[in-house]
């Protein structure tokens, strides 16, 4: 009985991950784990009906392992971007809307007034809001 059990663990673990692509890539690992943890319980609770206590609690601890980790999430790592080149100042001057000859507290103002619009807590995007912090550094920092 045990060798037939091995023997079906072995064949469904190939046909999961024994290809070139695995059958579950990606999140599918999470219903892979699931269907074994089910199977392994389904196995534990026939062999303990049949009182082979060493081989159920063996399946039993096999379900459990399968089941917390098809609980577990995968971690995902993001790809770290590539340095943006720097902006010009007259990138940065369109950006705020500023002239070429306004000063530090017209800078400071253009700013302030347009962040409060694209600030990501009152509904704008980080992205437009890193564009704004990058245009007043690099006239402010700049000079």
Known sequence: MLFYLILGAVVVAWLLWGKRKP??????????AGVMSAAAFAGAAYTGIRS???????????????ATSARQRPVVRKVSEPAKAQL???????????DAKAGPDEIQAAYARLIRLAH???????????????ARDRLLKGR
Not at 23 to 32: H, V, Y
Not at 88 to 98: N, P, Q, Y
């Open 23 to 32: 059958l579950l890539a990606g999140e599918g690992w999470r219903i892979g």
């Open 52 to 66: 082979q206590w060493p081989v159920a609690i063996a399946l039993g601890v096999i379900g459990l392992w399968c």
């Open 88 to 98: 010009s100042a007259s990138e940065a001057r369109s950006i705020l809307g500023v």
């Open 120 to 134: 990501p807590d009152k509904g704008g995007t980080a992205g437009l809001a890193a564009q704004l912090n990058a």
